[in-house]
């Protein structure tokens, strides 16, 4: 896997390396480190490329870096994220997580590992069309995502085009899926704290009954967005936690609820804080319970445009023929690469690892594991876009 699609120099480099990527994604992944604490990650990344007589920057919080490799006036970005999860690993490899409730359970580690070797392999050509520009990203997993700490400290400036590749266990190693448009979901958080004055459950009418009104907001809010937005727009509130109260025949004075509010459409996502507050407020006047909403705003849609997923689809295509390219779902999860696209147009795509047998073990799963076959792959992959989008008219 991963082999021999040229251009020469890369085949050489691979030949050679590609060893070295599976090493590097296996200690990664031996110690992972939570969204900005990368420090030895960072570290790691930053000491190979150096040895390669490159100058990556960190970051100034000390964890992320960015990197150019070559000259001109022409740059296209590819990025990766360093962060694990705070998961206790369950896979019994040998090299699993030493850190205890920690663990690599997205894949960053393998992204990590294929744009450390992409970079590496890329400063091994005698010459580029352009330059390539390395994001490594801290903080994906934490709201509102490390991507706003790079956009801020300058790393978008200059940039043509941006990729990144996101594993994905449904997909089976050497396929890439691409899509059109939105690829993820915005995601935000939402957590609504109520206050009464308490009382006995035998007397209702003489205070606030506050687990009636958190029972309204549970039941109705998640109803009545649905009649306030465009249906197309794929927006659903779903509740997670909800607290309040211990003995049965006392009405509480405090209780919380708290969700996840997603949605396919950027301008939908605009909207949807005042149309929450809104609601909320009309759904609770009539309770005479106190409220505090936390709206905690995320990430907007990854919305990859047409060219740009078209470069990654064909470069997929460029390294294992026509079948390694296929179509892909939208997801409702969150992904952070939405800011870069608020700066350049670009795209993700979702890179299979799943070994096309056996158990698809889903990310952020204790249990999740990868195809390491498909990292030389994704080297190639990243390699082939950001050429091909360097000498694109």
Not at 16 to 32: F, G, K, L, M, N
Not at 52 to 75: F, N, Q, S, W
Not at 270 to 286: F, M, N, Q, T
């Amino acid at each position: 896997m991963g082999a021999g699609s040229g251009p020469p120099w890369l085949d050489s480099w691979l030949a050679a390396h590609r060893t070295d990527v599976v090493a590097w994604r296996r200690a990664i992944h031996a110690v992972p480190e939570l969204g900005r604490a990368e420090h030895r990650t960072t570290e790691l990344v930053a000491r190979r490329l150096m040895a390669a007589g490159l100058e990556p920057r960190t970051l100034p919080g000390g964890t992320g870096l960015v990197c150019d490799i070559g000259y001109g006036d022409r740059c296209v970005a590819l990025r990766a994220d360093l962060d694990a999860l705070p998961l206790k690993e369950d896979t019994g490899l040998p090299f699993g997580s030493t850190v205890d409730g920690v663990m690599h359970a997205c894949g960053h580690d393998a992204h990590t590992a294929m744009l450390l070797g992409a970079g590496l392999a890329l400063a091994s050509a005698p010459a580029l069309p352009g330059r390539v520009r390395l994001i490594f990203q801290p903080a994906e997993e934490v709201q509102p995502g490390g991507a706003i700490d790079m956009v801020a400290d300058g790393v978008m400036e200059g940039v043509d085009r941006v990729f990144a590749l996101h594993c994905d266990p449904r997909l089976e190693v050497g396929k890439v899926g691409t899509r059109v448009g939105p690829i993820t979901s915005a995601c935000d958080v939402l957590e609504v704290r109520l206050t009464s004055p308490g009382g006995h459950t035998s007397r209702p009418h003489l205070t606030a009954d506050l687990v009636e009104a958190l029972g309204l907001l549970i039941t109705q809010l998640p109803l009545l967005l649905t009649r306030q937005v465009d249906p197309r727009s794929g927006t659903v509130l779903v509740w997670g936690a909800v607290h309040a109260g211990e003995a049965a025949n006392a009405i509480p004075q405090h209780g919380v609820l708290r969700g996840t509010l997603r949605t396919a459409d950027h301008h939908t996502w605009g909207e949807l804080e005042a149309k929450i507050r809104s609601l909320v407020s009309a759904l609770l006047a009539p309770t005479g319970t106190g409220y505090v909403l936390e709206h905690i705003r995320g990430v907007p849609p990854v919305v990859n445009e047409a060219v740009s997923a078209g470069m990654l689809a064909d470069a997929a295509i460029a390294v294992r023929g026509a079948d390694a390219a296929t179509s892909t779902e939208q997801s409702s999860g969150g992904e952070d690469f939405a800011w870069y696209l608020e700066h350049a147009p670009g795209a993700m795509a979702r890179l299979g690892v799943w070994p096309g047998h056996g158990p698809m073990r889903d990310i952020h799963q204790p249990t999740f594991d990868l195809d390491e076959r498909a990292l030389p792959f994704g080297v190639r992959v990243l390699i082939q876009a950001a050429l091909t989008a360097l000498t694109a008219p």
